[in-house]
Nanobody, 124 residues
Framework: EVQLVESGGGLVQPGGSLNLSCAASGFSFSDYAMAWVRQDPGKDLEWVSS????????VYADSVKGRFTISRDDSKNTMYLQLNSLKTEDTAMYFC?????????????????YGQGTQVTVSS
């Protein structure tokens, strides 16, 4: 069974930083590209960033480019997202996503999330 467990969220002031983690199990993590997605209540699920196998081919949404950094440690089956220079509009529940052909409320841009997410709130 695929398990993706996100952690590291919290309340931070604008301009602050957070480091999110995603612990994966139930599949061969190193064989898959992975992604971070986010959702604020009342808004659509938004793709944030993706990372290819081996840590290559990192892609970012324009809204976070230059501020967020995605990485992975295949020895730990863990993916990370470093969030810097946070803005109020970054407030959302953040999820890690695994590639999937499924379509549903938990899927965007070919990635689906299966965990509970970690809340990031940016507020002064």
């Amino acid at each position: 069974e695929v398990q993706l467990v996100e952690s590291g969220g919290g309340l931070v002031q604008p301009g602050g930083s957070l480091n999110l983690s995603c612990a994966a199990s139930g599949f061969s993590f190193s064989d898959y590209a992975m992604a971070w997605v986010r959702q604020d209540p009342g808004k659509d699920l938004e793709w944030v960033s993706s990372i290819g196998t081996g840590g290559f081919h990192r892609v970012y949404a324009d809204s976070v480019k230059g501020r967020f950094t995605i990485s992975r440690d295949d020895s730990k089956n863990t993916m990370y997202l470093q969030l810097n220079s946070l803005k109020t509009e970054d407030t959302a529940m953040y999820f890690c996503g695994k590639p999937s052909s499924q379509r549903g409320f938990n899927c965007v841009n070919g990635y689906c999330y299966y965990g509970q997410g970690t809340q990031v709130t940016v507020s002064s």
